[in-house]
C-alpha cells in the first residue's frame, strides 16, 4: 500500500491495523491530497516530523495538535502517544496550529497567582495585565521597584512587561518571577 497518498475506501486500512491520516495546517495539508496509510501503534509526532520537513515548518514547538470530531470541534491529542492510544481509528484529519495562548503562574514575595495552577491567557496580551491582576488579589501596594523575569533554559532572565508574552519570547508555559530588584521595593 502507498504510505505517502492513500485515498478512503470501504474495509480500508482501520481493518489491517492502520489509520488514514491527514495533517491540516497554515503552512498547508500535508499530504496534499487525500491521506497517509500509517501504522495505528506508530506515535503521532512521527507522522508531524514527516509533514514538518514537506511544508518546511522550521520550528514547531510550541504548537497544537487536535483532531477534528465528526460533527464539528475537535479535541487534543498528545503527539507522544499512537494512534491507537489517542482512540484514533479509521480516517482522521488532525489540526496542527501555533499555539494561540500561554498558561502563566506568577510568583512574589506575596504570594502565588493563581494561588495554584495556570491561568491561561492570550499570547497577545502584555504581561503587565496580569501583573496587574496579580496585585489586586495579593494586596500588594507599592510594585515601582519590582523586576519581571522568568527562569528559562539559559537560567533567569528579565522581561518587559509592557510587552506581549510573544513579543518576550514566552511560549507555552511561563512561571514569572515579579519582586523586588536589588535595593528594596514592595
Given at each position: 500500500?502507498?504510505?505517502e497518498?492513500?485515498h478512503?475506501h470501504e474495509?480500508?486500512?482501520s ?14 495539508s500535508f ?15 512521527d507522522?508531524?516530523d ?14 497544537v495538535i487536535r483532531?477534528?470530531e465528526p460533527g464539528?470541534g ?7 502517544d499512537?494512534y491507537?492510544?489517542?482512540a484514533?481509528r479509521?480516517?482522521v ?5 501555533p ?11 506575596a ?7 495556570f ?8 504581561v ?6 496579580a ?5 500588594i ?11 528559562g533554559?539559559?537560567?533567569k ?5 509592557s510587552?506581549?508574552y ?9 512561571e514569572?518571577?515579579?519582586?523586588p ?6
Amino acid at each position: 500500500m502507498n504510505t505517502e497518498n492513500t485515498h478512503h475506501h470501504e474495509g480500508g486500512p482501520s481493518h489491517n491495523g492502520q489509520v488514514e491520516v491527514a495533517i491540516r495546517s497554515p503552512k498547508g495539508s500535508f499530504p496534499a491530497e487525500g491521506f497517509n496509510a500509517v501504522p495505528k501503534d506508530q506515535r503521532i509526532k512521527d507522522e508531524l516530523d514527516r509533514a514538518k520537513r514537506a511544508l518546511g515548518i522550521e520550528d514547531a514547538s510550541h504548537w497544537v495538535i487536535r483532531v477534528a470530531e465528526p460533527g464539528g470541534g475537535s479535541r487534543p491529542v498528545d503527539p507522544d502517544d499512537t494512534y491507537e492510544g489517542n482512540a484514533l481509528r479509521g480516517q482522521v484529519t488532525l489540526e496542527w496550529h501555533p499555539r494561540n495562548d500561554v498558561e502563566v503562574s506568577i510568583s512574589t514575595t506575596a504570594g502565588f497567582f493563581p494561588a495554584e495552577g495556570f491561568n491561561t491567557v492570550p499570547l497577545d496580551q502584555k504581561v503587565e495585565e496580569e501583573l496587574h491582576k496579580a496585585q489586586l488579589v495579593l494586596k500588594i501596594k507599592d510594585t515601582s521597584n519590582w523586576r519581571v523575569s522568568v527562569v528559562g533554559p539559559g537560567g533567569k532572565r528579565p522581561i518587559v512587561a509592557s510587552r506581549t508574552y510573544r513579543e518576550n519570547g514566552l511560549f507555552g508555559r511561563v512561571e514569572i518571577d515579579w519582586g523586588p530588584g536589588e535595593g528594596g521595593g514592595g
